[in-house]
């Protein structure tokens, strides 16, 4: 059960108001990192998943559960396939069911042939703040790290499988709530990802799903993640902090008079 210190909820969450300072990269006071580069990749399949815990000096223990993904245009449309979630040094990749193997930095997020990305579900509703993207040639083309971003919420529990392999695209779009592209250097880098702020308990992060170009091949792995809890959340439980004190107090009062 997570401890919260009531004095930093409210320092924290002035400051999640004014939405930090502006950087670069933006960091949030109690949000929480989520590291990815430690696991093994023995024994793995299709389909996957990975707990991830990330902590705030603020708000306790986050979890996530991550899976690899791709899609997959056919004759018949596009569809959703599962995929080996891979980690390394350099963050989670993505084995799909074309990458020959991983081959040729085909293990990264990329989307040369099917569009591959990263599911993450979160046990509380949470805002992406940051991430750092390893870069890698895929096949030889030009590197690039732009990314394709989506938020949502949904009823799934945070720890339970998602229905999605081999289902058609429409059935993953009704998942999210908006979609917006995160554009990156050539380069390894670190940057914000959700400057306009979105709130969600699922997220997917993948290749630039609207990249056409065969010369230039987003590819790369996610090292780490930084978030932030819903605002609403913590101002809830500050008021019943505040209830709870005032009900103690009361009774108190109360136990008082009748002695």
Do not use: C
Not at 55 to 76: I, K, N
């Amino acid at each position: 059960m997570r401890r919260y210190n009531p004095l930093l909820l409210l320092v924290a969450l002035s400051m999640l108001v004014m939405g930090g300072p502006a950087q670069a990269v933006t960091y949030v006071y109690g949000e929480a990192v989520f590291d990815f580069t430690t696991g093994t990749n023995v024994g793995i399949e299709d389909g996957n998943a990975r707990i991830f815990k990330g902590t705030s000096s603020v708000y306790g223990d986050f979890f996530v559960r991550a899976t690899g993904w791709s899609l997959e245009t056919t004759p018949t449309g596009v569809f959703v396939r599962n995929s080996k979630l891979v980690v390394y040094s350099g963050g989670l990749g993505i084995i799909s069911g074309d990458d020959q193997g991983g081959t040729s930095n085909q293990h990264t997020i990329d989307n040369s042939k099917r569009k591959d990305f990263v599911l993450f579900q979160f046990d509380s509703r949470v805002k992406l703040l940051h991430a750092t993207f390893n870069t890698y040639s895929v096949l030889g083309a030009t590197k690039d790290s732009d990314a394709t971003l989506r938020y949502g919420d949904t009823d799934i529990p945070w720890n339970a499988s998602l229905p999605l392999d081999d289902q058609p695209k429409s059935v993953l779009d009704a998942m999210f709530a908006g979609e917006f592209t995160s554009y990156g250097p050539s380069g390894s880098n670190s940057r914000d990802i959700n400057e306009d702020g979105h709130w969600g308990d699922l997220w997917l992060i993948g290749a630039d799903f609207n990249n056409t170009s065969t010369k230039v091949i987003d590819g790369f792995k996610i090292t780490n993640l930084g978030v932030v809890p819903e605002p609403a959340t913590w101002t809830m439980l500050i008021v019943g902090f505040g209830l709870m004190g005032a009900a103690l107090r009361r009774s108190r009062a109360l136990t008082t008079t009748a002695a």
